[in-house]
């Protein structure tokens, strides 16, 4: 059956729809992007949320360990559920780190958006409250980290024979210490997410009411 030129104009159409279709404008690239960083961003609180809780159940688990285990031998060999509670807050660890990644995509996505046709002052805004969350979410993982591995050696360390009050006095002020430099990433990372979100809101706002001019 010869192939007409009617076919012919026909499958060019489609094509051609087909390829409008999936041609997106630089408003509704950034729209996207920026409900995507929305999405991730509460997956980060939900993270937190659950880290919160874990560390309320922490206090709690280790004077069980100390009161129901006069050995002390469910620290010093993993057992205790200090080291359940370690190990699910590194999991969380995990999960912040891959969020911080995906949103580093983002932010690598709106790199490639025609800066010409958004509103300059807000989208520079987004784009600075990213590389403010993004680091300072780099940072709070990596000091987090560093304390969990300080909460099992110290937990690790009292089950051991040689264990006396001055292991145990030290090891809870270095914990505290790190803790006390986690806690302060954690408040620039909150504040830089409070703003990541108003310069979200703007930027969306702003780009609704061109829409709609």
Excluded: W
């Amino acid at each position: 059956m010869p192939f007409h030129y009617r076919n012919m104009a026909a499958v060019i159409l489609a094509a051609t729809l087909l390829m409008l279709a999936g041609c997106s404008s630089p408003a509704e690239k950034a729209q996207t992007s920026l409900s995507d960083i929305e999405e991730l961003q509460t997956s980060v609180m939900e993270s937190f949320t659950q880290l919160a809780d874990l560390e309320n159940r922490l206090q709690t688990e280790f004077e069980a360990a100390l009161t129901e285990d006069e050995s002390l031998s469910t620290l010093s060999d993993g057992s205790a559920e200090v080291h359940a509670n370690i190990e699910e807050r590194g999991e969380l660890l995990e999960k912040l780190s891959e969020s911080n990644e995906e949103i580093l995509s983002q932010h690598e996505e709106m790199l490639q958006i025609d800066h010409d046709e958004m509103p300059a002052e807000a989208f520079n805004g987004v784009l600075g409250s990213l590389d403010s969350v993004t680091e300072s979410l780099d940072a709070f993982t990596e000091s987090y980290g560093a304390q969990l591995d300080s909460e099992k050696t110290y937990f690790e360390s009292l089950g051991q024979d040689d264990a006396d009050y001055e292991i145990f006095q030290n090891g809870i002020e270095r914990v505290n210490d790190e803790m006390e430099g986690t806690r302060e990433i954690r408040r620039e990372l909150d504040q830089a997410f409070v703003e990541l979100e108003e310069d979200r809101n703007m930027l969306n706002a702003q780009l609704k009411e061109e829409a709609d001019e």
